[in-house]
C-alpha cells in the first residue's frame, strides 16, 4: 500500500492521554471544544482531523493541512486539492482549488459551497471521502482561532482587504421549511392543516423575499466592484499588485457565485445568449459552471464579428474545407475520446487549408506544426516528404500533441492546453513558475490579468469559442452553406 492515506491523527483510545500541542502550537485546553471535525476511516480504523485554523487545505503535497499521500490516490489527488475556509458571518466554506478530478459534496461536483453538520466531501470520484462533524458554534470557533489567525500570512493589502470587507459577504444557506418548523410541532397539533398551510403562507412571504431582495441588492454592488477592480487590474502597472489585486478579485467572484447559487431559479441574472454559446463550448470540457470574464466575452464577440463580416468569404470557404476533413477528425479524436470542439483548432491555424506554410514561422499543414514537433509526434520532415501536409496524418499527430498537453495541465486546464498548442508547453510551463502559487492559480485567465501571455496567445482561446460558436450556432447557418437562419 505504500504511505499512509495522509498526515492526520486516530481518534484517541480510550484513556489515552492527547499530546500536548499541535502543530499550531495550540494547547490542548486552548484547542477544546472547536468547532469542526474530519471524519473518516482509513485501512478499517476510524480517524479524526481537528481543524484549527481558519484555513484548512487539503491536497497531495505534504505541505497541505492534511496530505493524501497514499499510491492509490496520487492519480486522483491534485498538489492543492481544496480548502476549508471560516468566516464569522457565513460559518465553514469549502473551495475547491481548480483540482484536475473536481472536489464533490455531498455527490455533486462544486466550485464552492456551505458546509453544514453531515456533509460528505470527495476529493475526485472514488478519492478520499470525508465527513463534516460540526460540534460548536461560529463564536466558539473565533475564540479559539485568535492564536492561529496570527500565524497566516496576509494574502494582500489593507487597501484590498478593505475592498474584501466592503464587499457583500454571500448569505448562509437559507433554513429549510423543516428546520423553521422545528419546535412548534404543539401548535400544529393544534392548529391542524389550516394552521400549517398559513404558517408556509407566512414564511413564504415573509421569510423568504426580503432576504430575496437584500441578495440582489448586495449581488449588484458586488457586480460594480468586481467591474471595477477589473479595471484597476488592467491599469496596474507592477506584477505583485497584479497578484495582489487578482487574488481579491478571485474572492469576489467566488463571493458572487455563492450569493447566485442562494437565489431562487426565477431570480437568478439573466444569461444572455452570447454567455450560453460561450458555456455551450466549455461544457464538454468539464467547466460547467465556469465565471466568464466580461473580457472573454468581449474578445468572443469581436471574433465572431470579424469571421463573419470582415473576412465572411474566407471563413465561408473554410467551413466548406471542412466538410471534407471533418470526418477524419471526427474519427480519429473519438478513437482517443477528445472533445470534438478541438476539431476547430485547425479553424485558426490553417483554416483547414492542408498545405498551409506560415511564411514567418514556417509552420506548415492543417494543424500548423513546426518541424521538430512533427518529428516528436511521428510526423516525416525532411527534404523529401514532409507529411505535416498529409490530412491524416496530420491530424493523427494534432491529436496525440493534444493528448500530451493534456496530460500535463489536466483536460479542466483545456484554455491552457490551448494556449500551449499555440505558444509552446515549454512557454505557458515556464509562466506558470513566475506564479508564487501556480497550482492555486492554474487557470489561463490568470495569466492574462497578469499580462504575462503575448497578445495572439490571450486571443486564442476567444477565438477558439468563436470558431465553435460559428460551427454549431443557428444564427451562423450561412456561413456555414446550410442556408439562411
Given amino acids: 500500500m505504500g504511505q499512509s492515506l495522509f498526515r492526520s491523527t486516530r481518534l484517541p483510545e480510550q484513556g489515552a492521554p492527547e499530546q500536548d500541542h499541535d502543530r499550531t502550537g495550540l494547547r490542548a485546553s486552548q484547542r477544546e471544544p472547536m468547532a469542526v471535525y474530519l471524519t473518516y476511516t482509513h485501512e478499517g480504523i476510524p480517524r479524526r482531523h481537528h481543524i484549527v485554523r481558519r484555513t484548512t487545505t487539503l491536497g497531495r503535497h505534504t505541505s497541505n493541512d492534511l496530505a493524501f499521500s497514499n499510491a492509490d490516490t496520487s492519480m486522483i489527488v491534485s498538489g492543492k486539492h481544496a480548502e476549508i475556509t471560516f468566516d464569522p458571518t457565513q460559518g465553514f466554506l469549502l473551495r475547491d482549488l481548480g483540482s484536475t478530478n473536481g472536489t464533490f459534496h455531498n455527490g455533486v461536483r462544486i466550485n464552492a459551497v456551505h458546509l453544514t453538520h453531515g456533509d460528505v466531501i470527495e476529493l475526485g470520484h472514488d478519492g478520499p471521502r470525508l465527513t463534516v462533524e460540526i460540534t460548536a458554534g461560529p463564536e466558539e470557533f473565533i475564540a479559539n482561532s485568535r492564536v492561529v489567525s496570527k500565524l497566516e500570512r496576509p494574502t494582500a493589502s489593507s487597501r484590498i ?8 459577504m454571500p ?6 421549511l423543516r428546520e423553521h418548523l422545528r419546535g412548534r410541532e404543539l401548535y ?15 414564511y413564504s412571504r415573509f421569510g423568504y423575499l426580503p432576504d430575496i431582495d437584500q441578495k440582489l441588492a448586495n449581488l449588484q454592488r458586488l457586480d460594480s466592484t468586481i467591474a471595477k477592480l ?7 502597472a507592477t506584477l505583485e499588485n497584479k497578484e495582489v489585486k487578482i487574488a481579491a478579485l478571485n474572492e469576489l467572484i467566488q463571493r458572487r457565485v455563492l450569493i447566485i447559487d442562494t437565489l431562487p431559479i426565477q431570480e437568478k441574472p439573466k444569461v444572455e445568449p452570447i454567455h450560453e454559446q460561450i458555456m455551450a463550448v466549455l461544457r464538454p470540457f468539464g467547466l460547467t459552471n465556469y465565471n466568464i470574464p466580461s473580457v472573454f466575452v ?14 465572411r468569404g474566407r471563413t465561408i470557404a473554410a467551413f466548406q474545407r471542412s466538410r471534407r476533413y471533418m470526418p477524419v477528425i471526427e474519427q480519429l479524436f473519438a478513437e482517443k475520446n477528445l472533445p470534438i470542439e478541438l476539431a476547430y483548432i485547425a479553424f485558426i491555424e490553417s483554416e483547414f487549408v492542408p498545405d498551409a ?14 518541424a521538430p514537433t512533427a518529428r516528436e509526434h511521428g510526423l516525416r520532415v525532411d527534404k523529401q516528404l514532409d507529411e505535416r501536409t498529409d490530412p491524416v496524418k ?4 494534432a491529436r496525440d500533441y493534444l493528448l500530451d498537453l493534456i496530460s500535463v495541465f ?3 486546464s483545456f484554455m491552457l492546453v490551448l494556449a500551449s498548442y499555440n505558444a509552446g508547453d515549454g512557454i505557458i510551463r515556464a509562466r506558470l513558475k513566475k506564479i508564487d502559487d501556480p497550482i492555486k492559480c492554474r487557470d489561463f485567465w490568470y495569466l492574462v490579468r497578469m499580462g504575462v501571455l503575448k497578445e495572439e496567445t490571450e486571443n486564442y482561446i476567444p477565438k477558439f469559442i468563436a470558431a465553435n460558436i460559428l460551427a454549431k450556432s443557428p444564427t451562423y447557418r450561412d456561413l456555414r452553406g446550410e442556408g439562411d437562419g
Avoid: H
Avoid at 482587504?161 to 457583500?168: D, H, V
Avoid at 468581449?298 to 473576412?311: K, M, N, P, S
Avoid at 506554410?357 to 513546426?370: D, E, H, I, L, R
Avoid at 496530420?394 to 499527430?397: L, V, Y
Fill in 161 to 168: 482587504q478593505k475592498t474584501l470587507r466592503a464587499a457583500p
Fill in 171 to 176: 448569505p448562509p444557506p437559507p433554513r429549510s
Fill in 188 to 202: 400544529l397539533a393544534v392548529g391542524g392543516f389550516f394552521g400549517l398551510a398559513l404558517l408556509i403562507l407566512l
Fill in 230 to 236: 477589473e479595471n484597476d487590474i488592467r491599469a496596474e
Fill in 298 to 311: 468581449e474578445r468572443v464577440q469581436y471574433f465572431l464579428d470579424f469571421y463573419a463580416t470582415r473576412i
Fill in 357 to 370: 506554410v506560415n511564411p514567418s514561422s514556417k509552420a506548415t499543414g492543417m494543424w500548423q506544426f513546426m
Fill in 394 to 397: 496530420s491530424t493523427r499527430a
Fill in 410 to 412: 489536466g483536460i479542466d
